[in-house]
Each structure stands twice: as C-alpha cells, then as structure tokens.
C-alpha cells in the first residue's frame, strides 16, 4: 500500500484501502475445528474516516467495524475523557450505601472490608481500604485462604468479625451470593455492605445496601464492571457525598487518578469487557502506572521484568496479574494486598519476588496436571469425542485448576471441568468457549450441586463425589441440547488483510492507539499469503522464530515472525499459504514490527 503523511494529512492511492478489506473465498487446509470469518469492513467509510482522523486506513477499518461510525464517536473511542462517565449514583443503593459508610466514619465504628482472592479481589481491597484510610483509622481488610475458607462471605466470617467488634463489613468482588453470611450479621446486630459484580442468585442477602449492576432492576447500565470497578464507583460516589457534607473541610480530598492502578490491574486481570468506563479508565490507569507506579507496581513490574514505563494491556494480563493470583494460588492473597499498600519500594520488593517464586510453583504444578490430563487423552481419545471435558483426581490441587481449564478450553476448544476431589466433596472450576455458556449449564443442574458461581465463562463448584458421573451426564445433555456443532469451533475473525510490505512501525504504532487490547475490543488479526521462510531457529523447547518475505517478490521486505508453541518442531513449513498474524511492537528493538503467529 501507498503510504504519504505529510502536511497535507494521510493521503493513499485511491482503491488501495480495498485491498485490506477484500474477502479470501478459498481456505486451504483448515483444520475442520477452525471456522473463519472476515470482518465487514466498508472501505468508503474506513476512507472517510482515516482522513478525518489523520490514522492509518487500517486502523479506520477496525474503529468503524467496532461500531465507532462516526467521526465524533471514532475520535472519543481514540482519545478518550473523563467527561462521559456515568453518575455513580445511577447505581442502584449508592445513596444508601455512601450514607451509612458516612454514619461509620463520623461515629467512628470499625469499618472491615471483606475481599476475595483473586487480582480483582485483592485491588479493589486495596483500592476502597487507601479512600477509606484517609477519613478513618477504624478500618481493617481481610481476604480468606483460597482452600481453607473457600470463596465468599461466610458465617463464620461474621463470628471473627464480631469477636474483633466489626461495626460494618463492605465486600468487595464477592457477597452476592452471602445470603447465610448477612443473616448471621444481622443476629450480631452487624450492618453489611455488599459491592459485587458477579450473577446474582434469585434470593438476594438482605444487606443495608448492595452494589451490584448486574441486578435486574439496577439502571445503571455498568453490568461490564468488574469488582474493582463497583469499588470505584462507590468512592466516586463516597467523594462526593463526603464534600457535601463538609468531610473534605477538616483533611485532604484525595485526587482519583492515583487509584486508576488499581481498577486497571483489577479490571484487565478480570477479563471483563474493556468497553466504556472500563476502557476510559483502565487506559487512564496504565498511564497512570507508566509514569508515576506506586511501589507495589514498580516491584512487580520488576519482579516480572517489565519495563514499567512502557508497560502494556499485555504486561498487565501475562506477567503482572499471574504472579497476583499465583498469591492466592500457593500461598495466601493476603500478600497481595500488602504489596499494592507498600510505602517503600524496598518492602514492596520483598513480596514482590516472593509472587515470582510462587508464580513458578504454579506453572510447575498446572503444567503437571495439564500433562497428566493430555495423557489420558492419549489413552482415551473418546474423551475429546463429547461437547464437555469434565475430568478428577484426588491430587490435583483445587487452586490451579481454572488456569489449566482454561488452557485446555482453548486447545480443544470445548467446555473443561476439572475437579479436585478429598474426602466425599470434589471442588473444581470450570471454563469455556466462544457463546457456551457453562454458568447457565451449572444452573440448570444446580440440584446436583452443593455450590457454584462465576459467570458466562468461568465458573466454580462443589458437589459430592457420588454425583459427579450424574453431573457429567446432565451438562453433557445440555450441552447437545442448547449448542450446535459450529458453537464447538475455534472461531477466528479476520479484520484484514496485508501484504508484508504494509507491515510497518507507522502501522503498527497506530494500531497501539486502540489499547488496551481484551474482551469486547480484541486485538487485531490479521492474514497475509504466500509468504516464505528465509531463515527459522527454534527457541526453547518449542517456539519458532522466523525471517518472512512475500513469496511472489523475491526482492521484497523481510519481517521478523515469532510461532510460539508449535505444535511440531520436527515438521516446520518453509512455506504458508496463508498465515493469521497479531502485529507488536518490538520491545527489545523498539522500531521493528513483529508478526505473532496465530494457530488456525
């Protein structure tokens, strides 16, 4: 493609845009699991909208096929502000929320606020205990142990907290389903609070106020919020309600943009969609971590080897979030919360590389389960025969199996449960793909179940181990009765289509404007054709490094591809017919593009 930015703005030959936009009638070898679509990208609009925004035409495609259609909302979508966000008191019992909180604090009651264990859990702590610090020294915070205690407000936690003289408990990323918990508070004349954002039972707790946009009947329209985002929202709306009532008058009223940290780190690590405020502020909280990182951030950016300055969406979900979790997963989440609190960056070092060893205790322990689970299938390959791969074993440890469920949902590209099974209870967690939604499917057989929860695409349970075979059976049934087979395929979206010569830094940079990448904003794919393998080393034990050119101009660019995790090292192409590509930015040569293989 014809690239010219001058003064005159972005100008291309006329017709060339087509050319990203154009569809690929015939796919060779395509394994028969993947289904490949092609975004409808229409090239007069992506025209008009590259000259209007000064972007690359490509970039223009991908903002219109998103929705954004019009040059006002293409340009907010690129740049956006605080301007737009919605009124936190659209969220049904703020006000009866923010008023008691406010009853706590000038009656100086003692304030806990309960937690989860996960990185959404343990930031919006972090975050709602920081606000709250700064108008009260009657507070507390606690998380429970992931085995232990299990997830989620319970009566026993009202017994602690009542022996230790709680006056109020906020949960935060969890409590939506503490119905027992809140009726046990309320014997010990203990007021709850509830901020959550997952599914809400058909009995709700009878808290003094719950936020959770994910009720029926609240208006608020941010049901995509993860639980640091719900935190957010009430000490926006806390702040507020504070300066009215004069609390700012006798302390300091604390700025917000130094907590966007926190709701990025939460809000990425919870892959919920990155759309509207989750998008406005996570982009603002990355910034933020870029330029001015709290110790906490700073130590785990180097526990991870990050350069925090350039930190990205991708740091965030692959490096950073992991060694959170990893907490929580081997250890105690309570750590976590610690960190992201540090003053020092001496002690927030400390924790900071104890997450890293923990991080690799768990990929040691998920990667023998995963292998265990791979040879079973070797053994049995009738497994990979039913729309659900539900497996147990009463050694796997209970904390990791999410994250090998999740690995191996992608590879089959179907529904996984694995359980862990002790005594006469198994406990698991479940994942899943593309539209199937397993959280409907647990609730379908929710007699089967001692307790479940989650969402769409990730759910946890508990049953007894004499109903696991029954449960199998049922979801199994489900799953043929609600799903098709295309609903079991590995869904690829192509949104444009490049020759090697259009893969340049100018195009890359400009793609790094629709950041933060996640749920509801994917990352570009892209696919380019007959391209062939200059020169090819293997790194590690399976990722391919490779040189790439046009096979049809033998004279032309060459451009540096990474295939991680192949499948075969022994048999590796030296020619694609066509190949499906994310392009990144270098970061060991900050201006060389990078193609990044994607399995079709």
Same mark, same amino acid.
């Given at each position: @493609?014809?690239?010219n930015?001058g003064?005159?703005?972005?100008?291309?030959?006329p017709?060339?845009?087509?050319n990203?936009?154009?569809?690929l009638y015939?796919?060779?070898h395509?394994?028969?699991?993947?289904?490949?679509?092609?975004?409808?990208?229409?090239?007069?609009?992506?025209?008009r909208?590259?000259?209007?925004?000064g972007?690359?035409?490509?970039?223009?495609?991908?903002?219109w096929?998103?929705?954004?259609?019009?040059?006002?909302?293409a340009r907010?979508?690129?740049n956006p502000?605080?301007?737009?966000?919605?009124?936190p008191?659209a969220?049904?019992d703020?006000?009866?929320?923010?008023?008691?909180?406010?009853?706590?604090v000038?009656?100086r009651?003692?304030?806990?606020?309960?937690?989860?264990?996960?990185?959404?859990?343990v930031?919006?702590?972090?975050?709602?205990h920081?606000f709250?610090?700064?108008?009260?020294?009657r507070i507390t915070?606690y998380?429970?142990?992931r085995?232990?205690?299990?997830?989620?407000l319970?009566p026993?936690?009202?017994?602690?907290?009542?022996?230790?003289?709680?006056?109020?408990?906020?949960?935060?990323?969890c409590g939506?389903?503490?119905?027992?918990?809140v009726?046990a508070a309320?014997?010990e004349? @203990?007021?709850?609070?509830?901020?959550?954002?997952h599914?809400?039972?058909?009995?709700?707790?009878?808290?003094?106020?719950?936020?959770?946009?994910?009720?029926?009947?609240c208006?608020?329209?941010?049901s995509?919020?993860?639980?640091?985002?719900?935190a957010?929202?009430?000490?926006?709306?806390?702040?507020?309600f504070?300066?009215?009532k004069?609390?700012?008058?006798s302390?300091?009223?604390?700025?917000?943009?130094?907590?966007?940290?926190?709701?990025?780190m939460?809000?990425?690590?919870?892959?919920?969609?990155l759309?509207?405020?989750?998008?406005?502020?996570s982009?603002a909280g990355?910034?933020? @971590?870029q330029k001015?990182?709290?110790p906490g951030?700073q130590?785990?950016?180097k526990?991870?080897?990050i350069?925090?300055?350039?930190?990205d969406?991708?740091d965030?979900?692959?490096?950073?979030?992991?060694?959170?979790n990893?907490?929580?997963?081997?250890?105690?989440?309570?750590?976590?919360?610690?960190l992201?609190?540090s003053?020092?960056?001496?002690?927030a070092?400390?924790?900071?590389?104890?997450?890293d060893?923990?991080n690799a205790?768990r990929q040691t322990?998920?990667?023998e389960?995963i292998m265990?689970?791979?040879?079973r299938?070797?053994d049995?390959p009738?497994?990979?025969?039913?729309?659900?791969l539900?497996?147990?074993?009463?050694h796997?440890?209970?904390?990791?199996?999410?994250?090998?469920?999740?690995?191996?949902?992608?590879?089959?590209?179907?529904p996984?449960?694995?359980?862990?099974?002790?005594?006469?209870?198994?406990?698991?967690s479940?994942?899943s793909?593309?539209?199937?939604?397993?959280?409907k499917a647990?609730?379908?057989?929710a007699?089967?179940?001692?307790?479940?929860?989650?969402?769409?695409?990730?759910?946890?349970?508990?049953?007894?181990?004499?109903r696991?075979?029954d449960?199998a059976?049922?979801?199994q049934?489900?799953?043929?009765?609600h799903?098709?087979r295309?609903?079991?395929?590995?869904t690829?979206?192509?949104d444009?289509?490049?020759?090697?010569?259009?893969?340049?830094?100018?195009?890359?940079?400009?793609?790094d404007?629709l950041?933060?990448?996640?749920?509801?904003?994917?990352?570009?794919?892209?696919?380019?054709?007959?391209?062939?393998?200059?020169?090819?080393?293997?790194?590690?034990?399976?990722h391919?490094?490779?040189?790439?050119?046009?096979?049809?101009?033998?004279?032309?660019?060459?451009?540096?591809?990474f295939?991680?995790?192949?499948?075969?090292?022994?048999q590796?192409p030296?020619?694609?017919?066509q190949?499906?590509?994310r392009l990144?930015?270098?970061k060991?040569k900050?201006?060389?593009?990078q193609m990044i293989?994607?399995?079709?």
């Amino acid at each position: @493609m014809f690239l010219n930015i001058g003064q005159s703005g972005l100008n291309f030959r006329p017709g060339a845009i087509d050319n990203f936009w154009q569809p690929l009638y015939k796919i060779h070898h395509m394994p028969i699991k993947t289904h490949v679509t092609y975004a409808d990208i229409d090239p007069d609009n992506a025209r008009r909208l590259s000259q209007e925004l000064g972007c690359h035409p490509v970039t223009a495609g991908l903002i219109w096929h998103r929705g954004f259609t019009t040059v006002e909302s293409a340009r907010f979508y690129l740049n956006p502000d605080f301007s737009r966000l919605t009124d936190p008191f659209a969220m049904k019992d703020m006000q009866k929320a923010v008023e008691r909180i406010y009853f706590a604090v000038i009656n100086r009651e003692k304030i806990l606020i309960f937690g989860d264990f996960d990185a959404d859990g343990v930031t919006a702590t972090a975050l709602l205990h920081e606000f709250l610090s700064c108008v009260t020294d009657r507070i507390t915070w606690y998380i429970p142990h992931r085995i232990k205690e299990g997830y989620g407000l319970l009566p026993e936690h009202i017994q602690m907290a009542a022996e230790q003289a709680v006056d109020l408990i906020i949960t935060v990323d969890c409590g939506i389903s503490g119905t027992d918990a809140v009726a046990a508070a309320a014997i010990e004349d @203990m007021d709850v609070i509830i901020t959550d954002h997952h599914e809400p039972g058909p009995v709700l707790p009878q808290a003094v106020a719950i936020l959770d946009p994910k009720q029926p009947d609240c208006p608020s329209g941010l049901s995509f919020l993860a639980g640091v985002g719900v935190a957010f929202f009430l000490v926006m709306g806390l702040r507020k309600f504070f300066r009215e009532k004069g609390i700012w008058e006798s302390c300091p009223e604390p700025r917000l943009l130094p907590f966007l940290d926190l709701f990025a780190m939460g809000t990425i690590g919870d892959m919920v969609p990155l759309i509207n405020e989750n998008r406005v502020l996570s982009m603002a909280g990355i910034r933020q @971590m870029q330029k001015n990182a709290r110790p906490g951030i700073q130590a785990l950016a180097k526990a991870a080897r990050i350069d925090v300055t350039r930190l990205d969406s991708d740091d965030i979900s692959f490096k950073m979030v992991p060694r959170i979790n990893a907490a929580g997963r081997m250890s105690h989440a309570r750590i976590c919360v610690s960190l992201l609190t540090s003053q020092t960056l001496a002690d927030a070092e400390k924790i900071a590389f104890l997450l890293d060893d923990l991080n690799a205790q768990r990929q040691t322990i998920e990667q023998e389960i995963i292998m265990q689970i791979e040879r079973r299938i070797h053994d049995n390959p009738s497994l990979l025969e039913n729309r659900l791969l539900m497996l147990w074993d009463k050694h796997w440890n209970p904390s990791v199996l999410g994250i090998a469920a999740s690995k191996l949902s992608k590879k089959y590209v179907c529904p996984v449960l694995l359980l862990s099974c002790n005594h006469e209870m198994a406990v698991g967690s479940g994942r899943s793909i593309n539209n199937i939604n397993i959280h409907k499917a647990l609730t379908a057989h929710a007699h089967l179940l001692e307790k479940f929860g989650g969402h769409a695409m990730a759910s946890g349970l508990t049953l007894s181990l004499d109903r696991l075979t029954d449960l199998a059976t049922g979801l199994q049934t489900h799953l043929q009765t609600h799903y098709t087979r295309e609903d079991f395929s590995k869904t690829l979206t192509i949104d444009a289509i490049l020759d090697i010569s259009d893969i340049r830094l100018d195009l890359v940079r400009d793609l790094d404007r629709l950041r933060p990448f996640g749920m509801n904003n994917p990352e570009p794919l892209f696919l380019a054709r007959h391209l062939k393998v200059v020169s090819s080393q293997i790194i590690g034990r399976c990722h391919r490094k490779m040189m790439l050119q046009s096979a049809d101009n033998q004279s032309g660019p060459v451009v540096e591809a990474f295939h991680f995790n192949v499948p075969d090292t022994r048999q590796l192409p030296v020619f694609y017919e066509q190949l499906a590509f994310r392009l990144k930015q270098s970061k060991f040569k900050a201006d060389t593009p990078q193609m990044i293989v994607e399995e079709m």
